[in-house]
């Protein structure tokens, strides 16, 4: 086998790897689509409603997602691509870094939040949208920068000055952004 007819094989190795763990294509769409159906249209506050059924991805957890959202100033629409990204609606779900429940808070971040068990779907949204909006005004607003910091620190963000060229990192803004921006529209009065 000569060199170029090795290449060939390695790139082809690689291309399967990627399509192996990339994200699958159902995760892809609308951010009602990839909520099934759980959602309703906008009510009159002004937030958007999600569907009840606990269980079922972020249904369960609208009125925290709501009340959060109010309390801190950020859109719940962003909150739920959030926790969707994060956890997929799991309060249970650890990661292998060790972020722990809807929105995958850090221990030394829950900890600095005043959170005293992240596994608690109250505790974890509110303190995982108080950092969002810490993040949003360290940003100056920019969401982009501030989920790019919620995902790889806001360090990193520093450090490169915008979003770091991380592939995790930079495939989880463009979900999220893909998420809230269908969101803002499907929800719009």
Same mark, same amino acid.
Request: proline share 7%.
């Given at each position: 086998?000569?060199?170029?007819?090795?290449?060939?094989?390695?790139?082809?190795?690689?291309?399967?790897?990627?399509?192996?763990?990339?994200?699958?294509?159902?995760?892809?769409?609308?951010?009602?689509?990839?909520?099934?159906?759980?959602?309703?249209?906008?009510?009159?506050?002004?937030?958007?409603?999600?569907?009840?059924?606990?269980?079922?991805?972020?249904?369960? &957890? #609208?009125?925290?997602?709501?009340? @959060?959202?109010?309390? %801190?100033?950020?859109? !719940? /629409?962003?909150?739920?691509?959030?926790?969707?990204?994060?956890?997929?609606?799991?309060?249970?779900?650890?990661?292998?870094?060790?972020?722990?429940?809807?929105?995958?808070?850090?221990?030394?971040?829950?900890?600095?939040?005043?959170?005293?068990?992240?596994?608690?779907?109250?505790?974890?949204?509110?303190?995982?949208?108080?950092?969002?909006?810490?993040?949003?005004?360290? &940003? #100056?607003?920019?969401?982009?920068? @501030?989920?790019?910091? %919620?995902?790889?620190? !806001? /360090?990193?963000?520093?450090?490169?000055?915008?979003?770091?060229?991380?592939?995790?990192?930079?495939?989880?803004?463009?979900?999220?952004?893909?998420?809230?921006?269908?969101?803002?529209?499907?929800?719009?009065?």
């Amino acid at each position: 086998m000569d060199a170029i007819s090795r290449i060939e094989t390695i790139e082809s190795k690689i291309e399967q790897i990627e399509e192996r763990f990339s994200p699958p294509e159902q995760a892809q769409g609308s951010f009602q689509q990839i909520l099934s159906g759980y959602t309703q249209p906008l009510q009159p506050s002004g937030l958007p409603q999600v569907g009840i059924g606990m269980g079922k991805g972020i249904a369960g &957890f #609208k009125e925290i997602i709501q009340q @959060a959202g109010k309390k %801190y100033g950020v859109d !719940p /629409n962003l909150i739920a691509a959030v926790i969707h990204q994060e956890s997929g609606g799991d309060p249970k779900v650890t990661s292998s870094a060790g972020a722990m429940g809807l929105m995958q808070l850090m221990p030394a971040t829950a900890k600095s939040l005043g959170v005293n068990n992240p596994f608690d779907p109250q505790q974890n949204v509110f303190a995982g949208t108080r950092y969002l909006r810490q993040l949003l005004d360290e &940003f #100056k607003g920019n969401v982009s920068l @501030a989920l790019a910091a %919620y995902n790889a620190g !806001p /360090n990193a963000v520093k450090q490169y000055g915008g979003i770091p060229p991380y592939r995790q990192t930079q495939n989880y803004v463009r979900d999220i952004m893909s998420m809230y921006r269908s969101a803002k529209v499907s929800t719009k009065v």
